[in-house]
């Protein structure tokens, strides 16, 4: 044979499997248990196997004689390992191959003897088994079969610490693959609702209205303070969503908080997070929007409804950039952008008292105002058919356009809900309508409106006639009549209108920072698909 020819005594199978194992772990470990233990017994073949199912096994290292060999599954059943998976020391000195005909592997080699022994925890566990096999007869006494017992002991140490190790490594793999499943869902939700917002915030092309978006974009890109003043109603809170979205913070959340709808006695615990036990109800740790807006934007709507005890917090906030959650003494640091919002007269309220002086400085670095709907009143059309589509679908109608008159009615009311209240009559209209148009009685007739004969209507407005498309129009500036001898517009005939006024604004440049795209806000690829749909060529009349 080629190992050694006769086997060691207990003693020198010791020396000889702590020598050739003492400092090697892993795979190297499993390699010199298999390769020692067969010259211990001074046999040709061992190896060292794990346990898969009660059915199952693959080695972990086999030596052969000379060099290791191949590794190997194969399943217990008609094999000497199967009682030795179950936990047996197993011993067959003559006569192997005949004993276990099923098995191949044994007829091929000639094996004629054979010792196993299982790999078991302190618990009882079986995690795998070495095995000694020899093609000449041997006879193990007890003693070394015990020596075989102890390293075999170490083995199945070592293969838990392996499997431990397997385990730790498929969960971080797993929570790498969550996390990065986390990301990619969250950058989809965050593009859609991107692409909703866009299409709400930027309906207007009214003056006063491009005059906002303009500063909005000088704003966004620095990372001060903003206050942003307006009636109620005029989108406030998509203005703030516009500087969050086009700033350099935007790849991180934009946590709002309404101050006035949060009771006073919750609102610094809702800003700043409570410790267990802060006050009664407390029942645990909570973050505070501060915590959840860090490297982000905290934007706070009706600032000027805070309590003078908050608003000395809130200050303290801004200058330290530090807070305490209640009834903690420990102080965090976080690094967020404030953009605050108003429809309340601050300096008044600063000469009456009833808001800090240095709260409002510290909040107006950057003023925005909101324009009121009667300020840009050129934007109505515009609104209210973007409003039609949202709400026809949402609403599952088939409402497809405005009459004449009851968009004349809107182009007279002073709408002191601004456009809130558009957004919500049209929505109402759209589910009062009875037919496939929004007529002026559905409009004018309610409690607190005026009636339609009190504001006179002209003989000329824009009605859509067409079904609405699945996305918004882009915006642009709205024609305020119909084609001559019609009252009727369809939405191809007002989208090659759109698409040529801003063409012809930017000088018919499709791409870059002025470009027809970046002005309607769409591909590049859009606009010249578009163009090609709707015959649209530098020097064409409009058809609208």
Request: include cysteine; charged fraction near 25%; charge should be neutral.
């Amino acid at each position: 044979m080629t190992g050694d020819s006769s086997p060691a005594s207990a003693s020198d199978i010791l020396r000889l499997l702590a020598e050739g194992t003492a400092a090697a772990l892993g795979d190297e470990f499993f390699r010199s248990l298999a390769k020692y233990s067969a010259r211990a017994l001074g046999a040709r073949y061992a190896f060292a196997a794990e346990t898969l199912n009660p059915l199952e096994s693959r080695s972990l290292a086999y030596w052969e004689g000379s060099d290791f060999g191949t590794g190997f599954s194969y399943r217990f059943p008609g094999t000497p390992c199967q009682r030795v998976a179950q936990g047996h020391v197993c011993s067959t000195q003559v006569g192997l191959a005949a004993a276990y005909p099923e098995d191949l592997w044994l007829q091929r080699i000639g094996a004629e003897s054979y010792v196993g022994v299982p790999m078991q925890t302190t618990a009882g566990q079986v995690l795998g088994h070495l095995a000694v096999l020899h093609t000449a007869p041997l006879s193990p006494t007890p003693e070394q079969i015990a020596v075989l017992q102890i390293f075999a002991a170490r083995g199945a140490a070592e293969l838990a610490r392996l499997q431990a190790d397997r385990a730790l490594a498929h969960a971080q793999n797993e929570v790498e693959r969550l996390k990065e499943r986390l990301v990619a869902e969250n950058g989809y939700l965050r593009d859609e609702m991107g692409d909703r917002q866009r299409s709400a915030e930027l309906v207007g092309t009214s003056a006063p209205w491009r005059r906002l978006l303009a500063e909005l974009d000088a704003v966004a890109a620095a990372d001060s303070t903003v206050l942003i003043r307006g009636e109620t109603g005029v989108g406030k809170e998509l203005v703030a969503s516009g500087v969050h979205r086009r700033s350099r913070r935007s790849e991180r959340p934009l946590v709002k908080l309404n101050c006035a709808a949060i009771a006073p006695s919750l609102v610094e615990s809702e800003l700043f997070g409570h410790v267990k036990g802060a006050f009664t109800g407390a029942a645990q740790q909570r973050m505070g929007r501060f915590e959840l807006a860090d490297q982000g934007t905290l934007f706070l709507d009706e600032v000027g409804e805070l309590s003078l005890e908050t608003q000395a917090r809130l200050l303290r906030v801004l200058q330290e950039r530090e807070f305490e959650r209640v009834g903690s003494s420990e102080s965090l640091r976080i690094n967020v952008r404030i953009i605050a919002a108003t429809n309340r007269d601050l300096e008044l309220a600063v000469k009456q008292g009833s808001f800090r002086a240095d709260l409002y400085y510290r909040l107006n670095v950057v003023p925005l105002r909101v324009p009121p709907l009667r300020e840009r009143s050129s934007d109505i059309t515009e609104l209210a058919l973007h409003f039609l589509e949202r709400a026809a679908r949402r609403a599952g109608r088939d409402v497809r356009g405005i009459s004449s008159a009851a968009l004349d009615w809107m182009l007279k009311y002073s709408w002191p809900g601004n456009v809130r209240e558009l957004e919500n009559l049209i929505e109402r209209a759209v589910i009062l309508s009875s037919g496939p148009s929004i007529e002026l009685a559905s409009l004018a007739n309610e409690p607190g409106l005026p009636a339609a004969s009190a504001l006179p209507c002209s003989e000329h407005a824009i009605r859509v006639a067409e079904p609405l498309p699945s996305a918004p129009l882009p915006s642009a500036q709205l024609p305020e009549a119909p084609s001559p001898g019609s009252d009727v517009m369809t939405l191809e005939q007002l989208e090659r209108h759109h698409i040529l006024s801003v063409l012809e604004a930017a000088g018919w440049v499709i791409e870059g920072p002025r470009g027809a795209a970046e002005r309607l806000k769409v591909r590049p690829s859009t606009i010249r698909s578009r163009m090609k749909k709707l015959g649209i060529v530098r020097g064409a009349p409009s058809r609208a």
